[in-house]
C-alpha cells in the first residue's frame, strides 16, 4: 500500500504508526485458521513452527505463548496473503529501500499471559544483526483494555538506541502504571496493523480476562543489511530453545 508523505513522517516522529483495516476479513480468517491449527498439538500441519509454553502467574496453568518460524514450510499461502504487495510498498517506504523478513512470532495472549513489560525490541539481542528494523503487528482479535491492549509510547520521546541494557525492560512492573499521557492504548480489531520500529517503547499488561488475543508480529530489515533470518534462529535455538507444555517456563524468563 503506498503510504502517504504524513503517514511516514508520523512513523519518523512517533515511531509507530497504525493502518486499520488493512486486511480484509476474508484473509483475517484464514489467518485465524492457520493460528488455531498451529496451536493444535495433534496437527502437523507446521512441523517447523516452534512453541513457548510458560506457567501463568496468574492462574498457575501452563499456557502456550508464542510460535515463532512459522512462515517458510507448508505455510506459503499464508505468506503471499500477509507479504502482499501493499506490505511490501509500505514497509520499502518506512525503510526508503526494500524490506527482507527478519524474524515472525505469534504471540497468543491467552486469559492468564504474563504481561509484556515496557520494553524496546532492539534490547532483544537484535543488536548483533543490525541497527534498525521493522515490525509488522496484524490483529487477529479483538484488543481491548480489557483483554490487555498494547500500550505505546506516543509523544516520539525516546532515543534510537537501546535506553537500557540488553534483555532489560524498561519498567520492572507488569501493570501498566508506566503508561502515562505519553502513552497511548491501541484498541484494535481484526486486519488492524501496527508499523513500529524497534526503539519506540511498548508494552502490555497480564491477560486478567477470559477473552485471549492473538497478533502476529512480523520483523524486516533492510535489503541491505543482508538475510539474516537464518542466523538469527539458529542462534536462538541454541539460547531459548522451544519448550512443550510439560517444560513450561516460568514467565519470568521471557524473552522478546
Ligand atoms: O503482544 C504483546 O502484548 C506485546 C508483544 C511484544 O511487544 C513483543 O513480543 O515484543
Ligand atoms: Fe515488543
Not at 512517533?14 to 496437527?43: E, T, Y
Request: with cysteine.
Amino acid at each position: 500500500m503506498t503510504l502517504s508523505a504524513e503517514q511516514k513522517s508520523t512513523f519518523d516522529e512517533k515511531g509507530f504508526i497504525v493502518l486499520p483495516s488493512f486486511f480484509n476479513q476474508d484473509v483475517m480468517r484464514a489467518v485465524s485458521d492457520w493460528l488455531d491449527q498451529l496451536q493444535d498439538v495433534s496437527s502437523n500441519t507446521s512441523a517447523h513452527a516452534a512453541k513457548y509454553f510458560e506457567k501463568s502467574p496468574l492462574t498457575g496453568e501452563n499456557i502456550l505463548v508464542r510460535v515463532e518460524h512459522v512462515l517458510g514450510g507448508n505455510d506459503a499461502e499464508i505468506a503471499d496473503l500477509l507479504l502482499d504487495s501493499r506490505t511490501i510498498d509500505a514497509l520499502t517506504t518506512l525503510f526508503g529501500e526494500a524490506p527482507v523478513l527478519f524474524k515472525e512470532k505469534i504471540n497468543y495472549k491467552h486469559p492468564g499471559c504474563r504481561a509484556d513489560k515496557l520494553h524496546q525490541d532492539q534490547a532483544a539481542g537484535w543488536n548483533a544483526y543490525s541497527d534498525f528494523f521493522i515490525t509488522m503487528c496484524i490483529v487477529v482479535d479483538p484488543n481491548r483494555e480489557e483483554n490487555a491492549a498494547l500500550r505505546f509510547m506516543n509523544s516520539g520521546n525516546y532515543e534510537k538506541s537501546l535506553m537500557k541494557g540488553e534483555w532489560r525492560p524498561l519498567s520492572d512492573e507488569s501493570d501498566v502504571s508506566w503508561a502515562d499521557d505519553e502513552y497511548v492504548m491501541l484498541e484494535a480489531d481484526p486486519g488492524d496493523v501496527i508499523f513500529f520500529d524497534c526503539y519506540v517503547p511498548h508494552g502490555s499488561p497480564p491477560n486478567a480476562s477470559n477473552k485471549g488475543r492473538r497478533n502476529v508480529y512480523l520483523t524486516f530489515n533492510r535489503t541491505s543489511a543482508g538475510d539474516l533470518r537464518a542466523r538469527y534462529y539458529a542462534d536462538k535455538w541454541k539460547t531459548y530453545p522451544p519448550n512443550d507444555i510439560e517444560h513450561a517456563r516460568s514467565a519470568d524468563s521471557f524473552r522478546v
